[in-house]
């Protein structure tokens, strides 16, 4: 089946109990069993829970894996992908990575004794440089957050098969309906499902697909005994999301090219990042793995801090939040927001700065985006007022 087709129909079959087309909400934390050791396949629903499986099938169909798990937020699917590894064990990952990844692996995890080295994945010389020496996972995000580079997928997996290390690929901005890693290579796929998965700011979810059984096993021991998993309603409003993500992510794509072409030739832009302009670096690559730009554009306004300050000002589509992924169209200030945890120094060296901005761009009308980002884009360029400066 093709995609919008298995994001309808894919572990979601009509309920045996009552034939109901959608899957229903069962709001349970028990299950009523027979005798010991005899029940209809369900216990407790921190172990399972039938909304959650149809997600986690759900998931796994598209993503063209074999296993799904569903956590409760992506920081907890990031979590129990790094709890496979033991203290002493190395990470090599992308420089250019959520800041909540960061916190986690570096205050969380580097002090339990897994080491963690950053490296430009972009450039497939350096990845496998970087892998030269031992390496048990390869961690990448691709567009990176919020830098939006591109790394050559099939590339990273031929390195990371080479070093004998796990390939993670977070794809929550991409998502399936433009590029699938377990097909390019990856062994793990990683989700935020608060993002495009779900698609309409309404809950906290994160998801972990792959297709070796014995790493399924692994990880859902840990889902268990971690129980950082997602209630049965948050499952749901997931599973109801996914139904519209090739639809939606179509109208973000298209809206998010239009933006980042005006951003492009506004004179208050100094740098734009986005995968679907013919400019960005990695495009060529882009265009060989993804089905499309996506909805994240990033740029450089000139004037810093106090531009972009005017920037968000002037907005009146588009709203200052965290997060992404929704169908409205959102805003954000890196380096106050996303990425606030990552120490300043580092956050500089990886090009993050106080006038960058990161534009979630939603499924409004094109026209109304357009207006609302030159009117911003204006009101960044004008020069201030000042008390007592001639006129």
Known sequence: MKLATLCIH????????TGATIVPIYQTSTYTQEAIGRHKG????????????????????????SHGLAFASGSAATAAVLHLLRPGERVVAADDLYGGTIRLFETVFRPMG???????????????????????????????????????????????RDAGALLAVDNTFATPALQRPLD????????????????????IGGAVIV??????????????????VPGPFDAWLALRGLKTLPLRMR??????????????????????????LPSHPQYEVARSQMAGGGGMVTARLRG???????????????????SLGGVE????????????????????????????????????????????????LDGAAARPSCPGCLP
């Open 42 to 65: 369900y216990e407790y629903s921190r172990t399972g829970n039938p909304t959650r499986s149809a997600l986690e099938n759900a998931l796994a169909a598209v993503e063209n894996g």
């Open 114 to 160: 897994v080491l963690f080295d950053y490296v430009d994945a972009a450039d497939s010389g350096k990845l496998r440089g970087a892998l030269e020496r031992p390496a048990r996972l390869v961690w990448l995000e691709t567009p990176t957050n919020p830098l939006l580079r591109v790394v050559d997928l099939r590339a990273a997996a031929n390195a990371a």
């Open 10 to 17: 894919a572990g979601q079959p009509p309920d045996p109990a």
């Open 251 to 276: 109208a973000h794509t298209e809206n998010a090219l239009r933006v980042a072409k005006v951003l492009s030739e506004h004179p208050a832009v100094q740098a734009v990042f986005y995968p679907g």
């Open 304 to 322: 810093g801090r106090d531009a972009v300050d005017r920037f968000l000002g002037a907005l009146r589509v588009f709203q200052l939040a965290e």
């Open 329 to 376: 169209s959102l805003v954000c200030h890196p380096a106050t927001m996303s990425h606030a945890s990552v120490p300043e120094a580092a956050r500089l060296s990886r090009g993050i700065d106080d006038g960058l901005v990161r534009l979630s761009v939603g499924i409004e009308d094109p026209d109304d985006l357009v207006e609302d980002m030159v009117r911003a």
């Open 184 to 203: 390019l290579g990856a062994d793990v796929v990683v989700h935020s499902t608060t993002k495009y998965i779900a698609g309409h700011s309404d809950l």
């Open 211 to 228: 297709r070796d059984d014995e790493l399924a096993a692994r990880l859902r021991f840990l889902q268990n005994a971690e129980g950082a």
